[in-house]
């Protein structure tokens, strides 16, 4: 494989190493990627050489900060202006799920050195390894809200188990984290200093057990600075609607909470109550259920207006100014909401044999 590719794949010693190849796009996920992975991943669950499967970022800035969203901006306008069949964005949103539910199920250790910007779909290439490494480099977020969608990748499955109050938090406002309160809500298992990610490869690579070679170059990654936040996080994030979450940080009425109250105004109206919706389902969902839920909201949103302004304002005119529509909580309805879980049109996600 040519090492201009976006992804790159490597049998190095008891090791199967992945390389995300797009440092210049922060390496971001692209259909294109997704379509080597599965297949190559599958391989190697399946071949007694392959020990662990190792998956890193190339470059310094990012492991992976997203899926490639301006393509499915583009597909979902070109299908809306009569020259697409939008057939693009299910076969992205699919691929996508069926590849974290794949690192879901591995059976060989998975491990994920995070280093660097891990964001939407990053988080679904490493949130469903068995071994989540971060570095001083690390900065996680599921920021999908501010560009009018809502935390997939498994981000049902996995926000709803994380403590408290802490996945709703995280969905809802796209708050960043770094290493060390990734650790502190149990969302990273171990840290280790970038500087010595080579060392931990190559350890691995000769055949020593994942937990081993971890623990031979882990550090501490210090204090989390939102650890005093913990209680409130829980106190005014456990209602069961965005209204309710409103009026509860604004009676908390700390400097803490008017941030808060400041991103919740920024993003989209309906990814809010979607994704309060959706965080609340898959509490009691499977793996697998979460992922057709997620395929059934992808869908919607791609057929609604909000992601298309997210990201015009994000990405494309860089404006950072979108004109929600609704522009207000009081406006999406609860049949606005449900709309979001209906089955689509082309059916449920199937799952590979």
């Not at 802490?166 to 200093?193: I, N």
Request: with cysteine.
């Amino acid at each position: 494989m040519s090492d201009n590719a976006e992804i790159l794949f490597e049998r190095r010693g008891a090791i199967a190493l992945v390389t995300l190849n797009r440092p210049k796009a922060l390496n971001a996920l692209t259909l294109g990627m997704i379509r080597l992975f599965d297949p190559q991943l599958r391989a190697w669950d399946a071949d007694p050489e392959v020990k662990a499967v190792v998956i890193q970022g190339a470059g310094e800035k990012a492991f992976c900060a997203g899926g490639d969203v301006v393509s499915l901006y583009e597909a979902g306008k070109a299908a809306r202006a009569g020259s697409g069949d939008g057939s693009a964005i299910r076969a992205f949103f699919s691929g996508e799920y069926i590849l974290n539910r794949l690192i879901k199920r591995l059976s060989k250790p998975y491990v994920a050195l995070i280093d660097g910007i891990s964001m939407g779909g990053g988080v679904g290439l490493s949130e469903h390894g068995t071994h989540r490494v971060v570095t001083e480099r690390t900065l996680f977020a599921m920021p999908e809200t501010g560009i009018g969608l809502y935390p997939d990748v498994g981000g049902t499955y996995f926000l709803p188990r994380l403590p408290g109050q802490t996945g709703t938090w995280l969905g809802l406002t796209g708050e960043r984290l770094k290493a060390a309160d990734m650790l502190a809500v149990g969302a990273a298992d171990a840290f280790v200093p970038s500087a010595k990610l080579d060392d931990l490869i190559a350890d691995l690579a000769a055949g020593t057990p994942p937990d081993e070679a971890i623990a031979k170059v882990k550090d501490s990654a210090g204090d989390a600075p939102n650890a005093v936040h913990r209680a409130a996080v829980d106190r005014c994030f456990a209602f069961n609607t965005v209204e309710e979450i409103v009026a509860s940080l604004t009676a908390e009425g700390t400097e803490w909470a008017a941030g808060q109250l400041t991103t919740l105004k920024r993003v989209s109206p309906t990814s809010l109550k979607v994704t309060l919706e959706a965080i609340r389902r898959g509490a009691s969902l499977d793996f697998d259920g979460c992922m057709v839920q997620e395929l059934r909201l992808s869908i919607a949103f791609l057929d609604g207006v909000d992601f298309y302004e997210g990201i015009r304002a994000a990405l494309v005119d860089k404006d950072r100014n979108p004109k929600w529509s609704p522009a207000d909580l009081a406006e999406v309805g609860p049949a606005d909401v449900a709309r979001h879980f209906a089955e689509p049109t082309g059916g449920d996600l199937v799952f590979p044999a």
